[in-house]
Nanobody, 125 residues
Framework: QVRLVESGGGLVQAGGSLRVSCAAS????????MAWFRQVPGKEREFVAA????????YYADSVKGRFTISRDNAKNTVYLQMNSLKPEDTAVYYC??????????????????WGQGTQVTVSS
């Protein structure tokens, strides 16, 4: 079982940038499709971005397309989410997730069986 630990969250002003990371241990990251989701209190966890095993396939939620970039370094067992032009509505706890069932990365929360503990991102206006 892979273990995921997010880091890099924090407080940033609107328009700023932040990069969050997800470090994997226990299994080789290259076995997994990876994704980032986010959640605010009282709302469902929502899809942000996903990346395939090799990094060549990526998907984004419409709300972050053109501003966020998901990437991975399988040699370092780490997945990244670079967030630019941040908006107050991007404020959330960001979670990384892993799955092995599908040939391409899923956008669906229930397809992911392994989750990190989350990292808080707060964007001030």
């Amino acid at each position: 079982q892979v273990r995921l630990v997010e880091s890099g969250g924090g407080l940033v002003q609107a328009g700023g940038s932040l990069r969050v990371s997800c470090a994997a241990s226990g299994r080789t990251l290259g076995m997994y499709n990876m994704a980032w989701f986010r959640q605010v209190p009282g709302k469902e966890r929502e899809f942000v971005a996903a990346i395939g095993r090799s990094g060549s396939t990526t998907y984004y939620a419409d709300s972050v397309k053109g501003r966020f970039t998901i990437s991975r370094d399988n040699a370092k067992n780490t997945v990244y989410l670079q967030m630019n032009s941040l908006k107050p509505e991007d404020t959330a706890v960001y979670y990384c997730a892993a799955e092995t069932r599908w040939s391409i990365p899923s956008r669906l929360l229930n397809d992911y069986g392994t989750w990190g503990q989350g990292t808080q991102v707060t964007v001030s206006s």
